[in-house]
């Protein structure tokens, strides 16, 4: 546990306000989302699978899918820093398109002939022999993305409003005490435990419950070292204690 920074922000009442608050929010933001957005999140998604082909090319968005040829006229290509990579396609009619995708996708070269997939007005999916992209405005199942969230913020969030409100109750003793320190370590540890886990599933990662799979062993193991803080602290709290009372002189409170 991080006694130190811990202990030091719990010591001081705006400092603990302020982390209260925090704490607050990222639960409430987290279930308002998922109340929100979660059952509703994998509609356009299903929407999208169930489409059939347009019997021809729509004049305006529709709910169809359509298959179109373009010619790669640009192409930037980005690391997974500077953002998604931008390609830019010409149809035969002079249509131009500009569209994102991710940066480990595939490269096209300027010039390349490719097929796009169109619905609702979008560019979905770029294909070219064997590859086939998704582009950004492919729609994602956002209910699965919106219960990863919750998972790596209400936990903490309500951990963090437990140990700051545990704080503020007691705010009449100088130091916080281990529990206190514990139980705000372990709330960062849990969202940092969320925030990584995805990436321990591959490329299942927007599966949450896979996620949760990986989440619950990491978070049990971070409660047991919370736990083994609490008692190795009070140990050390009781035997200082022992120590101090037993130099204190005869006669002497």
């Known amino acids: 546990m991080a006694h130190v920074s811990g202990a030091r922000l719990l010591r001081s009442t705006v400092a603990t306000v302020l982390t209260l608050l925090a704490g607050v929010g990222m639960a409430a933001f987290g279930v308002l989302l998922a109340v929100t957005v979660a059952p509703g999140g994998a509609r ?17 968005p529709a709910d169809c899918r359509w298959t179109q040829e373009f010619t790669v006229a640009d192409m930037i290509l980005r690391n997974s820093r500077r953002g998604p990579n931008r390609l830019v396609l010409t149809g035969a009619d002079g249509t131009r398109r500009e569209t994102t995708y991710d940066s480990g996708g595939p490269v096209f070269e300027k010039g390349e002939r490719v ?57 009449a003793i100088p130091d916080p005490t ?32 896979l996620v949760a799979a990986v989440w619950l062993p990491v978070a049990a193991v971070l409660t047991v070292v919370a736990r083994v803080y609490v008692i190795r602290r009070r140990a050390a709290d009781t035997v200082t204690g022992e120590d101090a009372h037993a130099v204190t002189p005869a006669g002497r409170p």
């Open 44 to 60: 356009d998604l299903r929407a999208y699978e169930t489409a059939a082909r347009c019997p021809a090319a729509p004049s305006a």
């Open 115 to 171: 097929t796009g997939t169109l619905w609702r007005g979008l560019l979905t999916e770029i294909s070219s022999g064997e590859f086939t992209q998704q582009t950004d405005d492919a729609p994602a199942d956002m209910r699965a993305r919106v219960l990863i969230f919750a998972l790596v913020t209400v936990p903490s969030g309500l951990l963090v409003t437990a140990a700051c409100a545990w704080r503020l109750r007691r705010r």
């Open 178 to 209: 281990p529990g206190m320190v514990a139980t705000l370590g372990l709330a960062v540890g849990l969202f940092f435990a969320g925030l990584f886990s995805p990436l321990f599933v591959g490329g299942r990662g927007e599966n949450p419950w």
